[in-house]
């Protein structure tokens, strides 16, 4: 099948988000959400993700997944609060555990934090198939950047995150904890391996220079044609340099303390404290 899909693009994170439907039903799934965040301030807020429950409420669809493609260093998710209006099952990698497991760690979580991967409906693993309606969706595994990075095939679409961008951009950074530079050019060559017609939806865009517009949709055939990274079939020795090298030019996302805290919980803040109020850590010298 040949899936719809509308594009919400996020200006402050340059995230985009995904509504994906069947092409002669109701069923849809919402990939990569954003839930706004002033750091400064401490205040989130919803427009982002209103932008998208609106569309779905227009155009009369019935939620069945709201998709995360990893858990993301540079927004927070907006998925609780997709589930609460819209429905649909929550899911991720099944590598959540990993990542869980070090940013527990990190942010000093103590025992209450569930390591399980249970504050998530569906844990994917590799080759792991869904359905959104009449339509199927297959799970690739594509670790590199994070250890749980899920690439959606869903009919002649393929959501890949934070794995790919726009071929003039390139790849994924992958000097955050857990990330391999070599397991991002293995996770592409497999994405590489689909169809060159097959559709890719990227998870950012940061309008490469000579460019002047954002975009997020291009395909298989132009990532192994001019990706600048990995494309005419750059060899995996030359890419891990390459990337090594870029990634310890690169300063820390933005919005990386507040994401890692509330994604690796599906979106949802941390519990509140005894005052009643709910507080995100700032862990001094750690990253």
């Not at 103590?110 to 339509?135: E, K, N, P």
């Not at 169809?195 to 939806?201: L, M, N, Q, S, V």
């Not at 600048?228 to 090298?245: I, K, L, N, P, S």
């Not at 005894?274 to 990253?287: A, C, E, H, I, S």
Request: aromatic share 8%; with cysteine.
């Amino acid at each position: 099948m040949t899936p719809d899909v509308k594009a919400f693009f996020d200006p402050s994170t340059n995230t985009v988000s995904y509504v994906v439907r069947e092409p002669l039903g109701r069923a849809c799934a919402i990939i990569d959400s954003v839930l706004d965040y002033d750091p400064a301030a401490g205040r989130t807020g919803t427009a982002s993700a209103d932008a998208i429950i609106a569309y779905v409420t227009a155009e009369d669809l019935r939620t069945e997944w709201i998709l995360e493609s990893h858990v993301h260093a540079d927004h927070l998710s907006a998925a609780p609060y997709l589930q609460e209006r819209l429905g649909g099952r929550i899911g991720i990698g099944a590598q959540i555990t990993a990542v869980q497991e070090t940013f527990g760690r990190i942010f000093n979580e103590g025992t209450a934090f569930q390591r399980d991967g249970s504050q998530f409906d569906a844990l994917f693993g590799d080759a792991d198939s869904f359905h959104i309606g009449q339509m199927r969706g297959d799970v690739m595994h594509t670790p590199g950047h994070t250890p749980a990075c899920l690439t959606y095939v869903i009919g002649d679409a393929a959501f890949v995150g934070d794995t790919l961008f726009m071929p003039d951009f390139g790849t994924a950074r992958c000097d955050f904890p857990g990330g391999s530079s070599q397991d991002l050019y293995n996770s592409i060559q497999r994405i590489l391996a689909l169809p060159d017609a097959t559709r890719i939806f990227v998870g950012h865009d940061y309008k490469a220079p000579g460019r002047d517009d954002f975009a997020w949709e291009t395909t298989v055939g132009a990532q192994k044609a001019m990706n600048v990274h990995v494309g005419q079939g750059r060899r995996a020795e030359d890419f891990v340099a390459m990337r090594d090298a870029r990634d310890a030019t690169l300063g820390k996302p933005r919005l990386i303390l507040p994401s890692l805290q509330v994604n690796m919980r599906a979106g949802h803040m941390p519990a509140p404290e005894d005052d009643g109020q709910v507080y995100l850590k700032v862990p001094v010298n750690r990253l």
